[in-house]
């Protein structure tokens, strides 16, 4: 019998792999206070990956940046000391679960510009069934919040990737994947929910997502872990992945590198 985390029911498993997607209520609410602290160090002192994800002349501010977990202590309690580890575990139906990225993504009050509609797997030099990201806002939000199509991690072809900014091909054999579809326009079941504080999205990194602008009067910080399961390897993509991770060694069909990567949770 595996060890089910309190915060999460048989039920969210069986979603989870159903549909790529759940809610998890209340899953980091212990941590709010940690997360804000890390997210305000991390923008007055952001990464070498950071990004301004806007146009000259488009309102508001868009700014992501992430894998700096290990140089921002809030962000490193929050993986080894909530119940993250074990639920993501839980959710993959995985013995172990293993640390991948942190990412913040910030979208000041007025806003306009979307998140793309994408999936994480093609940017990933990572693959596996067993794979989960974590989303939690650290204010309310309700238009703003995150949106997923369901099912989709079990799409037949992954979803092209794009540049964000210049929303340009990311790889170049494009027949190898799906176009960037219209959920909206093309009646795709998608998953979205008002989210308080604390409150989770778990996803695979199969399934498609993004987000609408924030065009309240408050900001939207937001916080993902992403993790990976007992099956995740190594792969080669045809083109950059993102994060790069550049010089790691690892050669295909490895599992990550524990020492760059570490095992957070096992059941074993």
Known sequence: MRPLHPS????????FQNEGVVLIRG??????????SGIEQNLASPGEFAAENLHDGENGRFFDDYCNWTRIE????VIYE???????????????????????????????KPTPWHQDSPYYFVDGQQTVSFWTPIDPVNEASLRCVAGSHRWEK?????????????????????????????????????????????????????ARGNESLNRRRA????LVGDDA??????????????????????????????????AL
Not at 8 to 15: L, M, N, V, W
Not at 27 to 36: A, G, R
Not at 74 to 77: A, E, G, I
Not at 100 to 110: A, D, N, S, T, Y
């Open 8 to 15: 999460i029911t048989e039920q969210h498993i069986t979603t």
């Open 233 to 266: 390897r190594y792969v080669e993509r045809a083109g950059p992945t993102s994060p790069p991770f550049t010089g790691h060694g690892m050669q295909p069909g490895a599992r990550l590198r524990e020492d760059w990567f570490p095992v957070v949770y096992s």
């Open 223 to 226: 916080f993902s872990l992403r």
């Open 158 to 210: 992954p979803v092209l990737p794009t540049r964000w900014l210049a929303n340009d091909n990311f790889y170049p054999d494009s027949d190898a994947y799906l176009a960037v579809p219209d959920p909206d326009a093309e009646g795709m079941p998608i998953r979205e929910w008002p989210m308080q504080p604390g409150d989770a999205v778990a996803f695979a990194f199969g399934t498609l997502h993004g």
């Open 82 to 112: 909530s119940p993250v580890a074990q639920v993501a575990a839980n959710l993959m139906e995985s013995k172990t679960a293993q640390l991948f990225h942190e990412h913040v993504l910030i979208k000041e009050p007025g806003t306009s």
């Open 74 to 77: 809030p962000f490193k309690r």
């Open 27 to 36: 899953l980091f609410k212990d941590f709010v206070d940690t997360i804000s």
